[in-house]
């Protein structure tokens, strides 16, 4: 199986930054794509961003030019780096993993999530 863990939630004044990790562990696995989506209170959970194993990067329109995704060099752990930082990116951010399991082919895990809280 793969397990998902979210870090680097917490609170931030607008205007700050703040750096989200996702890691995804297991065995015999090979990762497809992993996203960053947030859920605020009352609200949809959204995308916001997204990269796939050939590198291919999409942005939610909300974090376009502030958010940044990236990744390891081993590909199984992926960052969102969030910068100018607005109230209405409060919510709780969840990673999610497309995989591939060597024996059970593919699935989709997602991570626990973790607050994030933009004060002014």
């Known amino acids: 199986q793969v397990q998902v863990v979210e870090s680097g939630g917490g609170l931030v004044q607008v205007g700050g930054s703040l750096s989200l990790s996702c890691a995804a562990s297991?065995?015999?696995?090979?990762?497809?794509?992993v996203g960053w989506y947030r859920q605020a209170p009352g609200k949809q959970r959204e995308l916001v961003a997204h990269?796939?194993?050939?590198?291919?990067?999409d942005y939610g329109d909300s974090a376009k030019g502030r958010f940044t995704i990236s990744r390891d060099n081993a590909k199984t752990t992926v960052y969102l780096t969030m910068n100018s930082l607005k109230p209405e990116d409060t919510g709780v951010y969840y990673c999610?993993?497309?995989?591939?399991?060597?024996?059970?082919?593919?699935?989709?895990?997602w991570g626990q999530g973790t607050q994030v809280t933009v004060s002014s």
């Open positions: 999610n993993v497309d995989a591939t399991l060597d024996i059970m082919g593919p699935v989709s895990v």
């Open positions: 297991g065995s015999d696995f090979s990762i497809n794509a």
């Open positions: 990269i796939t194993s050939g590198g291919t990067i």
